[in-house]
């Protein structure tokens, strides 16, 4: 097992992966993400299949342009958006090689289809699905052809799932062997995710948003721009970033919304400190956000106070002080103790406010100390911790409803309807394949939401 974790990627490093894939679908855009090795200009041609699901008829194929394929400079990823869409409209997409062959002037490489988002504002139905931690083959069988058992388990739900929120260690650049800090030591493990069987149907039939964490750089990452950060951002912006919502400046951490729901998608890594100490000095200081990332949450907290129905605030790494061991005392909001206060304090007036994070590869659904609900859930497929998780319930000033620790399979769907008047409706669902085969939620919770205008 340990022989085939550590070398599968170095034999099999999938040069010849292609991908098509949706990623951020807004309300009149859709980013597509491609990975294409095989030469040849592309093309892009849509068509409408209907709005509110009344079939469209007799609708011709547009053309989105020709463009050059990607070369090796980005692994031979890009990305690409379509523009000018209806929202709440479902489309159809199919790229084409304009590489004559001997029965065409083009071939068609793949098709997929996505249904736009309703108007910013406008009420909402959305169902998502979200997680984090993924490792191909585990829980471990000997296989010719590895597999992502959490992905095939949601793909089981996937037919009414609008998007899945990842929270995180897409890949794991250091377990169980670090091989180097080259972008291409990076790359090679996300064309291993992306190349199982069951990745490849998901991230085709339902969008894929992403924010990164540590093992998408090396354990426990607190140092910055410092290398081997330059290699890992590329890899990830190349496979997941750039397929994100529009952030600014570059940055990767981003804000959208979803009708009247709304979402700030966090980046806990590249601009943290090291954790707090008991010195004053150093408890001022600690950061996870960093400046300019906390003006600008900061900001979005208060446009979407009174805009939004609801409101989502993603996070690769928990907020819940119940993780107590040492790993976690350092690595999580645990060891941002004053910063987390502070944001806390803001949150604690934004009605219908939830958090999301994962990592811990353990489930907890928790009340803060805030009132706002904080569900993490990891991981999608991955090893636990049985000896040294240490999660404490009901820590000081949080009510712990649920916790989790059994399961190499764990992943939430969240269904929020905010279409019945002005008390909106959250539902949180937890799947683990330990309890019904993945098939009925495991433990299912109906948050107690407000009235926000």
């Not at 996300?190 to 990164?212: D, E, N």
């Not at 721009?225 to 994100?244: I, Q």
């Not at 700030?264 to 590249?270: K, L």
């Not at 206060?341 to 811990?360: K, M, Q, W, Y």
Request: charged letters at 20%.
């Amino acid at each position: 097992m340990c022989l085939d974790f550590v070398y599968r990627p170095l034999l099999t490093p999938g040069l010849d992966l292609f991908i098509f894939r949706p990623g951020h679908v807004s309300h009149n855009s859709a980013k597509l993400h491609i990975r294409y090795p095989d030469g040849g200009d592309l093309e892009l041609r849509y068509k409408e299949l209907g709005s509110d699901w009344i079939p469209a008829r007799n609708v011709p194929w547009e053309s989105a342009g020709v463009f050059e394929p990607p070369t090796n400079a980005t692994d031979f990823t890009m990305t690409t958006a379509l523009m000018n869409l209806q929202p709440s409209t479902k489309y159809i997409v199919a790229l084409h090689c304009r590489q004559p062959t001997l029965h065409s002037q083009t071939a068609l490489l793949s098709s997929l289809e996505f249904k736009t988002a309703p108007m910013p504002g406008d009420p909402a139905h959305l169902r998502f699905a979200t997680g984090s931690c993924i490792k191909p083959n585990f829980p471990y069988r000997p296989t010719l052809s590895p597999d992502i058992r959490g992905f095939a388990s949601i793909l089981d739900h996937s037919d009414d799932l609008d998007m899945i929120v990842f929270l995180g260690d897409f890949i794991y650049a250091d377990l169980p062997l670090y091989f180097g800090s080259t972008v291409e030591d990076y790359r090679r493990l996300y064309r291993q995710v992306y190349r199982t069987k069951s990745a490849y149907r998901l991230v085709r039939k339902v969008p894929m948003i992403h924010v990164y964490d540590d093992h998408e750089i090396m354990n426990n990452w607190h140092a910055g721009d410092a290398p081997p950060m330059g290699s890992a951002l590329a890899a990830y912006n190349e496979y997941n970033g750039l397929a994100n919502p529009p952030s600014p400046t570059n940055r990767a951490y981003y804000n959208f919304t979803y009708g009247d729901i709304a979402f700030y998608a966090w980046d806990t890594r590249r601009y943290r400190s090291r954790w707090e100490t008991e010195n004053e000095v150093g408890r001022s200081r600690a950061t996870m956000l960093g400046k300019e990332q906390k003006v600008h949450f900061t900001q979005w907290l208060a446009a979407v106070n009174h805009t939004a129905a609801v409101k989502f605030v993603i996070s690769s790494v928990p907020l819940t002080f119940g993780w107590s061991n040492e790993d976690s005392s350092q690595d999580t909001w645990r060891g941002y103790p004053t910063e987390r206060a502070e944001i806390l304090e803001l949150t604690r007036h934004v009605p219908n406010l939830f958090f999301l994070s994962g990592d811990r590869h353990e489930m907890a659904a928790v009340e803060l100390p805030s009132g706002n609900m904080e569900f993490s859930t990891s991981p999608i497929s991955q090893f636990t911790f049985p000896l040294v998780g240490q999660f404490r319930a009901n820590m000081t000033g949080e009510t712990t409803l649920h916790h989790r620790r059994p399961g190499h399979v764990k992943y939430g769907i969240l269904d929020v309807d905010t279409r019945s008047g002005p008390v909106p409706r959250v539902t949180y669902n937890l799947y683990t394949t330990d309890v019904h085969q993945g098939k009925q939620p495991a433990w299912t919770y109906e948050a107690k939401c407000s009235a926000w205008r």
